[in-house]
């Protein structure tokens, strides 16, 4: 995932249909590709696996109401869920065991309008935020936003480039600049596959 735990050998459960259409999405196939699966079956396939991480992406998961008792019931035998949300959704009924990865859309998203800021006090030091950034004015909005809501006191906070658009060393510079104690996130898919690779 594009989390903390980015580089650990996780299953991806990803569900179709998002409300979003960010600017940058590199993920439009999971608007609409995909078939029903029975909540058995998903959790057969993880089983099959033989991993203890498991996350849950999109598209936007929290639209399907059948992801509450599919986490649930990942939680109940795997040892790390995770959940990436867009942060467009609120994220109050999720199980408490599982790990939000909260979005929080930028300007450069074209979809800053949509975030759900109620999410932001629900947050508790096992989730995470994410900002994904496309140029230095989303980086100030970042900043106005991690300093309003408190988030460093909250939960880990990532910041991550646009792949293609912000420089990963442009944006280190700045985080360095401002002794900002975010954590870097890169797409390591994009960087040790291809940058139009889907899922391994």
Not at 28 to 33: C, D, K
Request: hydrophobic share 40%; net charge negative.
């Amino acid at each position: 995932g594009e989390g903390t735990r980015a580089g650990v050998r996780c299953v991806f459960v990803r569900l179709t249909g998002c409300h979003l259409r960010c600017v940058w999405c590199d993920t439009e196939y999971a608007f609409h590709e995909g078939g029903w699966m029975a909540l058995d079956e998903i959790v057969r396939r993880v089983r099959d696996y033989g991993c203890p991480v498991v996350e849950i992406t999109g598209g936007e998961p929290l639209l399907q109401p059948g992801v509450y008792p599919l986490m649930t019931r990942l939680a109940d035998e795997f040892e790390t869920v995770m959940l990436e949300t867009s942060g467009a959704v609120s994220i109050a009924d999720v199980d408490p065991r599982v790990v939000r990865v909260v979005d929080v859309k930028c300007p450069g998203s074209g979809e800053a309008e949509r975030n759900c800021w109620e999410n932001m006090p629900l947050l508790t030091p096992r989730d995470e935020v994410k900002f994904v950034l496309a140029d230095r004015a989303d980086y100030d909005f970042a900043l106005d936003v991690l300093r309003r809501y408190d988030l460093l006191a909250r939960c880990p906070v990532l910041f991550s480039p646009v792949f293609g658009a912000l420089e990963p060393v442009e944006l280190a510079n700045w985080l360095l600049a401002d002794r900002l104690d975010v954590r870097l996130g890169l797409q390591l898919h994009k960087l040790i596959w291809s940058p139009t690779t889907r899922g391994v």
